[in-house]
């Protein structure tokens, strides 16, 4: 650990081919460059495949709960009290990563580092404690082109990922010592290990609806609250406030929509032993090939906003024999470009510039009409996509019983798992051979009142004996688990917690995608 110069808020620059020679060697790395076909990334022998599930059998701690947190009433989303970002999104064991906190009024604090999983349902382990430091109160930054507001605050410290950090989500606890006031912030560390299963977090969509300071997400212009248009951009350099939407999470302030809609999943797939590795959405943009390093690979939550590099190298995993499984709702709908901030670090802001549908296909949203709207589609690549009202809730009623992803619930045509479908959902299907729809149902405002829409949970075959599926629901993964600390969502309908048939097909689908025949 050192103080953090501002010439370090570049260490994110480190290229993907500097770090696979440490993590690879050269040799390694000239034999991927040059011997590999498409496909052989995904196939090759996955040396250590119960890292995940060794790691989970450590001891684990709930002392990564927030037990004091406050959000300012003038702002409804900010804890000004102790607040923070990450230089990055997402590092690799060897890199650095700073942290960016602010204090007001100044005081001292810490900064506990955990990793979020299993745990024997404890749901996190202790990997650091960093600090005291001083704290200090950061300036607000000043409102830029298209409304972005990019912090420039000095860091607390510079931390080296030690090299026995596995894979996964890792969150800050960030502890102010005047009143013991609390937030997060929060990280990803990946890896370049062949694995069975990516895990793909949704963190272009977590700021796009961050409000932080007060009303500047990417929804906010400068008359309208749910704005859905052009012109605005928001950065990653600046923390995240009390989510927005749907539930009142104070307790989760700092982490995006990550507790909220993806947690559960994580904490699921970790205590089945699954051998999975993590990944961000702009690890998705920016590394094509580290998508092959696995056989399945995984969209969770709500996963809204993608460039159309994610969509292009999504479709070319797929047809190089990586299956494709969208446990999300209103997937790749926003299309969006992605920026250098003002110090010029690529990637750290992105603004809002097409839409990945056809036009009218979604009603609810007026400026939407100013974007773009072209091919390719999102249903192209997740078998059916946003459209019509757009939001609503169901249950998730199956439709076709005899399909294998159904194999062992025991469930008959039309039964639904109550309140899974939800916020926001797909329908309109995609003329793709094979496609077959396995659920669907009407979609409602409320109960006993039905809006016109209709969601569509689906699968289609890939190329290499691979597929696709699409869940067509935001809430999956509140029907897996429910982990310390986790709060239910319930608007238009309410989903019931886990179900053992929810378990069931989840564990299918990861199963015939780790066990496809080679």
């Not at 499984?325 to 750290?348: E, K, Q, Y």
């Not at 990945?356 to 009603?363: L, Q």
Request: aromatic share 12%.
């Amino acid at each position: 650990m050192s103080k953090k110069s501002k010439s370090s808020r570049r260490d994110s620059g480190v290229s993907r081919r500097d770090a696979l020679k440490g993590i690879l060697g050269v040799g390694a790395l000239s034999a991927l460059a040059g011997c590999a076909t498409p496909g052989d990334v995904a196939l090759r022998a996955r040396p250590d495949r119960r890292r995940i599930a060794r790691e989970n059998q450590r001891p684990g701690t709930r002392d990564w709960l927030l037990t004091n947190t406050r959000i300012d009433p003038a702002t409804k989303y900010r804890c000004p009290w102790i607040e923070g970002y990450c230089s990055r999104t997402s590092v690799r064991a060897g890199e650095s990563i700073s942290f960016h906190v602010s204090t007001n009024p100044a005081s001292p604090f810490r900064l506990d580092v955990f990793r979020m999983g299993y745990y024997g349902g404890a749901g996190a382990r202790q990997v650091a404690s960093l600090g005291p430091f001083a704290g200090q109160i950061q300036p607000d930054p000043p409102v830029g082109p298209k409304r972005v507001r990019d912090c420039r605050w000095e860091a607390c410290t510079t931390l080296t990922v030690p090299a026995d950090w596995p894979s996964g989500i890792y969150v800050g606890q960030l502890t102010a010592e005047r009143e013991g006031l609390q937030s997060y912030v929060i990280f990803i560390v990946r890896d370049d290990r062949p694995a069975d299963l990516i895990y793909q977090c949704s963190d272009t969509t977590w700021q796009a609806y961050n409000r932080w300071p007060d009303q500047y997400a990417l929804y906010n212009d400068d008359q309208n609250q749910w704005y859905w248009g052009g012109n605005v951009q928001v950065s990653f350099n600046r923390p995240y406030g009390k989510y927005c939407q749907i539930v009142d999470a104070p307790l989760s302030t700092g982490t995006g929509d990550f507790f909220l809609w993806e947690f559960p999943f994580v904490y699921w797939l970790e205590s089945q032993g699954y051998d999975v590795t993590y990944t961000s959405n702009l690890d998705t943009h920016a590394d094509p090939r580290g998508l092959l390093r696995a056989r399945g690979f995984l969209s969770v939550g709500h996963d809204e906003y993608y460039t159309i590099e994610m969509f292009r190298n999504l479709q070319a995993a797929k047809r190089a024999g990586v299956s494709l499984g969208f446990f999300s709702g209103n997937t790749c709908c926003g299309r969006i470009l992605l920026s250098p901030d003002a110090d010029g670090l690529p990637r750290r802001a992105f603004e809002r510039i097409g839409v990945f549908g056809p036009p009218g296909g979604m009603r609810d949203f007026i400026a939407m009409k100013s974007l773009r709207h072209e091919r390719p589609y999102a249903n192209e690549l997740v078998g059916a996509h946003s459209t019509g009202v757009v939001t609503g809730g169901a249950d998730w009623v199956c439709v076709l019983p005899e399909h294998w992803i159904f194999a062992g619930t025991g469930m008959r045509r039309g039964e639904g798992i109550p309140g899974l479908v939800g916020w926001e959902w797909h329908g309109d299907p995609a003329d793709i051979p094979g496609l077959e729809i396995v659920a669907s149902a009407p979609t409602q405002d409320k109960p006993g009142s039905l809006n016109g829409g209709v969601f569509t949970a689906t699968v289609y075959p890939g190329p290499q004996q691979n597929f696709v599926f699409n869940a067509s629901t935001c809430w999956w993964a509140d029907g897996l688990s429910e982990p310390p600390g986790y709060v239910r969502p319930s608007v238009y309908t309410s989903p019931l917690g886990p179900d053992r048939r929810v378990q069931q097909i989840t564990r299918n689908i990861l199963e015939r995608m780790i066990r496809r025949p080679v």
